[in-house]
DNA sequence: GTCGATATATCTGAATACGATATATCTATG
DNA sequence: CATAGATATATCGTATTCAGATATATCGAC
């Protein structure tokens, strides 16, 4: 396994996190990361469409173009949005990478626990 | 910070924590690692090696040959070991690395939380 | 009508991972 | 003695991944 739970793409576990609440499109998504994380984490959309992309072709999720026309009148078309929901396969791996996360957690909590003189947990 | 607090070289975050405890030579630390895993985690040789002279040139560690000769009497002795041991420099920043690792593990379960359903919690 | 935000998508240079390879010593077996 | 497997360090090469830059287009504000 060569450490890799470590950091099995942490970026796919946490847009399949977003998408396992409600459906989102792509910059909705980024936006939502950097707020809920406080500003600490971000998504560029040089990996997220890559990604979205990539989720889609191993069905993990599904998409579909929603063409907003907000008015009538409006003589253009209107913002394109591509929004992306979690399908039962994705909910699925979702919590594979959930569980696979907490085991890699707890095992890494041996090799800082025996180490972690300074921080003052046991 | 594009999420990679959740990855940031694992790998060096282990082999700091092993050698936190005590000097180590490099075969051993991949042996202890494995062990200390369950079989879990393994590094290979082809990231170990480049990873400890990366952190000796950043003096994050320090090095010595043991050159042990090849006296009869001493079984198990008498091949050429390198241990390593950590720098001051080195304990500093395997606390940072701990801490950040436990922001971004807390960060996480923000995201984890809202979406882990089916999981042993709900 | 220009600027910044919204919105999706690809490209590319750089870094990293991991297996394969190389060298050499020690131990066990036939 | 020969051979093989474990110990021990180290580099190489291919593949993957990253994150910023680039491209295109719409929308709201001024």
Redesign the interface.
Known sequence: ???S???TD??E??V???L??EPQYGYAISKH?AA???G?????AG?LYPLLSKLEKSKLVSASWDEVKADPDDSGGGRRRKWYRLTAKG?QR??QR??A?R???A??E???G??????GAA
Do not use: C, N, P, Y
Not at 40 to 44: L, N, P, T, V, Y
Not at 114 to 119: L, P, Q, Y
């Open positions: 396994m060569a450490l739970d470590l950091k942490g970026t576990l946490v399949l996190s977003v396992a609440q990361v809920l994380s406080d600490a984490w971000s998504i560029g990996q909910k979702l919590q959930i569980e996360h085991k890699a957690t095992v890494l041996r090799f800082i025996g180490a972690d003189v300074a921080g």
